[in-house]
């Protein structure tokens, strides 16, 4: 579980300096594992056996570690958000849970399984959740997502093409020092693997999620936080599926050259619905720019602009479902769901074999998605309206989720 603008894991760390002043680890001594150090581990409880007085943690990165508590040990609960110990309060080894995230202090051993806890600070399975949603909330009201199109670092302004079922618009966001910016780091595919970043990263066809305010005229965005990425966006068949490794063969429908996608733990699957159930969604693919499907009446402001990308009111949406909003209202789905011959699309971030793509994001049913998209561009030409952002590339930016 993860909560906050990052990984708990990672405010659990920040407390880890408040509370002790733990020693870090030689070059020689870092391990891969970001959730282990010399001195404690970090994950999520998978098992406690009170009566043994152990817990079994498994960290993000999927590494077990048996933690032992003793009469000796310090147990404090601290509300996610929260980075130093100013606010927790005391609890006992009976309070805490599986599922609750936890920092267990002490002398991890050498091969990095165990570690006997001084303390032990815990994070609720229920908080963390509730947490985790009121950040989804506010980056669903006060967010935006597009595809950069200019990066001018002189005047520290990044402008993005916020694209929605009713039309493109550029969004200017400038990035002063105030602002917090994060950058996914190669075949990372959660938003918690972001990383600090600078405007310099920046790239044309990068994909940006920010937190803030739009301007009234909707041109431009006052961003408190920015997370960009390298991203690739695919569309292709699937050919073969191999559920025990989490791999799936695919087609990119535009190179026509095959592809690995390879499905991790953290990866979210979706599906897209058939035509014929797009009525849950408001409208169908058969509907006009910002209306709904025909013989159907439409909202009293059915027609009336609102910014691209974002929930409320203002130019560029032309009252057309978003798309970003419709992907992550989509269900969820299991590997197993998916099927040879589905077409689907996949967001990864670009990693090292550009054969290989490792999945952030991949909806199922992707047919009537792409058909709804074309329709909307060959509508846009038809009337007059410029030909989309070759950066924006299928226009579908849904690589960088929520926290």
């Known amino acids: 579980m993860r909560a906050h603008f990052f990984a708990t894991a990672l405010v659990l760390a920040t407390v880890t300096g408040a509370y002790a002043q733990t020693p870090q680890a030689s070059p020689s ?101 509730k947490k985790q949603e009121a950040d989804r909330a506010e980056w669903r009201r006060r967010g935006i997502l597009g ?67 739009r301007s009234s005229d909707g041109a431009r965005f006052t961003a408190e936080k920015v997370v960009t990425g390298s991203l690739r966006t695919v569309a292709s068949t699937v050919t073969a599926l191999d559920a025990a490794t989490g791999e799936i063969k695919v087609n990119d429908l535009q190179t026509k050259q095959p592809l690995t996608v390879v499905i991790r733990q953290d990866a979210v699957l979706r599906k897209f619905p058939a035509a014929g159930e797009m009525a849950m969604f408001g409208r169908g693919p058969g509907a006009g720019p910002g209306g709904p499907p025909s013989g159907q009446q439409g909202p009293p402001n059915g027609n009336r602009p609102q910014p691209a990308g974002a929930g409320g009111p203002g130019p560029g949406r032309g009252g057309g479902i978003n798309i970003q909003e419709m992907l992550e209202r989509l269900p969820t789905i299991a590997l197993a769901d998916v099927k040879v011959g589905d077409t689907i699309i996949v967001s990864s971030t670009k990693g090292a074999d550009p054969a290989r793509l490792t999945a952030i994001s991949l909806v199922s049913g992707a047919d009537t998605l792409l058909n709804m998209i074309a329709a909307r561009q060959q509508q846009q030409q038809a009337g007059g309206q410029p030909a989309p952002n070759p950066a924006a590339g299928l226009g579908v930016q849904f690589g960088i989720g929520l926290p």
């Open 147 to 213: 595809v950069v199109s200019a990066v001018n670092p002189e005047a520290k302004e990044i402008t993005i093409s916020s694209r929605s079922m009713g039309g493109t618009q550029s969004v200017i966001i400038p990035v002063s020092e105030k602002v917090d910016v994060r950058r996914y780091a190669p075949d990372s595919i959660k938003f918690s693997d972001a990383k600090p970043g600078t405007i310099s990263e920046v790239k044309v066809g990068d994909q940006l999620r920010a937190l803030g305010e």
């Open 29 to 129: 001594s870092q391990q891969a594992d970001k959730g282990i150090t010399p001195n404690s581990a970090i994950g999520e409880v998978k098992a406690l056996d009170a009566a043994a007085r152990q817990l079994i943690v498994k960290t993000d990165a999927g590494s077990i570690v048996t933690v032992t508590v003793s009469d000796k040990t310090v147990y404090m609960r601290l509300a996610p958000g929260e980075t130093t110990l100013t606010n927790a309060t005391k609890i006992t080894l009976s309070d805490v849970a599986e599922g609750d995230r936890v920092w267990a202090r002490g002398k991890v051993s050498e091969d990095l399984k165990s570690v006997p806890a001084a303390a032990l600070i815990v994070m609720n399975k229920a908080d963390i959740a």
